[in-house]
């Protein structure tokens, strides 16, 4: 492989096919129109937006769980955002809550509220953490999320807050789990810089958008929305349903992607792949396969599932809140969202949602629950936390995601490594997204990913591979925001 991928030289518009309309695939599409390259996007649902669009139930607009647009985000990203929802972006205050100790506590964490709904025991103990930090002993034996945990924050916080927590998500031990969960999913990674954050959300010390997020008033699919009516305006053309079945290729470059409509089979030709799906497919696709080494450690990499289970209930709103936090490990599910309050709309009169998440693999119990069960088991769970549900309920609804994160266990490193390299080292194929490079990011780190392999293409259709690995190392630096 050169520095720069062979394209389609002379003046002929490079043509990039992307693979997947989520976040990542319709950011590419977006910023390759902008860079006159001729883009197709193949998508096997019939909707773009992945798991960030939204749909509506009984008049509310429904996202895939808890999704926010970010201030920290990228500015550029930030800036065409803005410009393609105008007014429709609405800039909400941060209103959450989370169960610590057994009290509820607001969630971003603020100072006043900790100190004073905190349990004496749980407080003193935070801080007793803090003091004894630098005594504190490393862990001996190979790091992990829970001693690089235990290191950072002490055992209060980790082992009534993170530990059961990170075991819901991933149905895994936290001594099961690598370090890079820890670097990409703990922003505050001592008590210090969590007492830091809490110290920027005292009025008066805080900036414009500190504990606040952006919204849409059509739930967060409509930036996705917005972003295809803008590529395919710009000549970016979309074909879902589109069912792929090969990624063909010609020794190390890839020359085409083929789909399957009915008994037929659609070749689609490129200078360039940008591939979103997850890189587990994208081996799985290859023909010819890839080396049995690649081929074996793609069957390595682990995504976990999860369940999004919606109440609709008979009431004007059920909280205040935008979403609730549950740690503990005797109730299922993770987190729990409600649409209405999100974008603060009052209709429909006599109808709100509460979204579940709730970890699950398919071939657990939950996964082939009905609807109908699983409802009554949530009922029940928030009873068990003190929030009965006491109005009527009219139904429950429930999406699954195969797909949802990323297992980040001991050996997922060098079971990554030995798929990247190998999906790298190919002419004519980049893969990114938070399914092309296994990444627990936000919406707007897939958007900035997107933009970053826009910015590698060349004139001539080519790969700017130099430029390309510095974008790779910017990734690194993404932090995963709640």
Not at 62 to 78: E, K, L, M, N, T
Not at 227 to 241: K, P
């Amino acid at each position: 492989m050169t520095d720069v991928d062979t394209g389609a030289g002379g003046d002929v518009r490079p043509r990039v096919v992307v693979l997947g309309a989520g976040p990542a695939g319709i950011a590419a599409a977006h910023a390759l129109t902008k860079r006159a390259a001729e883009v197709e996007v193949l998508e096997r649902a019939p909707v773009a937006g992945g798991n960030s669009t939204s749909f509506q139930i009984d008049g509310i607009w429904c996202d895939y769980g808890s999704h926010r647009f970010h201030p920290v985000a990228d500015p550029q990203v930030i800036a065409d955002v803005k410009q393609l929802l105008g007014d429709d972006l609405l800039l909400q205050p941060r209103h959450g809550r989370i169960r610590l100790g057994g009290r509820w506590i607001h969630f971003p964490l603020k100072l006043q509220d900790a100190l004073l709904k905190l349990p004496p025991a749980f407080a003193a103990s935070l801080i007793g953490d803090m003091v004894l930090k630098k005594f504190r002993k490393k862990s001996e034996g190979p790091r992990s999320f829970s001693s690089v945990l235990y290191e950072g924050l002490g055992p209060t916080i980790s082992e009534n807050f993170y530990f059961p927590y990170v075991k819901k998500l991933w149905g895994l031990d936290p001594d099961q789990l690598a370090v890079m969960l820890a670097e990409r999913r703990v922003s505050g990674s001592s008590v210090g810089k969590i007492l830091g954050k809490m110290m920027r959300m005292i009025p008066g010390l805080r900036g414009e958008t500190t504990g606040r997020f952006y919204y849409p008033k059509k739930g967060f699919g409509q930036i996705s929305q917005a972003m295809v009516e803008a590529a395919e305006g710009q000549g970016a053309v979309f074909r879902f349903g589109a069912d792929i079945v090969r990624i063909e290729r010609d020794g190390a470059r890839v020359t085409n992607v083929v789909t399957r409509k009915g008994d037929k089979d659609v070749r689609h030709a490129a200078d360039q792949v940008f591939s979103t799906i997850p890189l587990t497919a994208a081996v799985r696709l290859m023909d010819p396969p890839p080396p049995p080494e690649v081929v074996e450690a793609a069957r390595s990499i682990r995504f976990r599932g999860m369940i999004l289970v919606y109440l609709i209930l008979e009431t004007d709103q059920f909280t205040e809140y935008d979403a609730h936090y549950f740690p503990e490990l005797s109730i299922p599910i993770s987190r729990m969202s409600e649409p209405k309050n999100y974008s603060s709309a009052t209709e429909p009169k006599g109808r709100t949602i509460l979204c579940a998440e709730l970890p699950c693999d398919p071939g657990e119990k939950w996964w082939d629950m009905t609807d109908e069960e699983l409802g009554k088991h949530y009922c029940a769970w928030l009873g068990e936390l003190g929030l009965p549900v006491t109005m009527p309920v009219i139904r429950c609804e429930t999406r699954r995601i195969a797909h949802a994160y990323p297992v980040y266990d001991l050996d997922y490193q060098r079971h990554f490594e030995t798929v990247d390299n190998w999906l790298s080292s190919l002419d004519g194929f980049l893969s990114f997204g938070r399914q092309g490079l296994f990444a627990h990011d936000n919406t707007h780190h897939a958007f900035a990913m997107a933009y970053a392999a826009a910015d590698s293409l060349t004139a001539k259709g080519g790969i700017d591979r130099a430029r390309w690995a510095v974008h790779r190392r910017e990734f690194e630096s993404h932090r995963v925001e709640d």
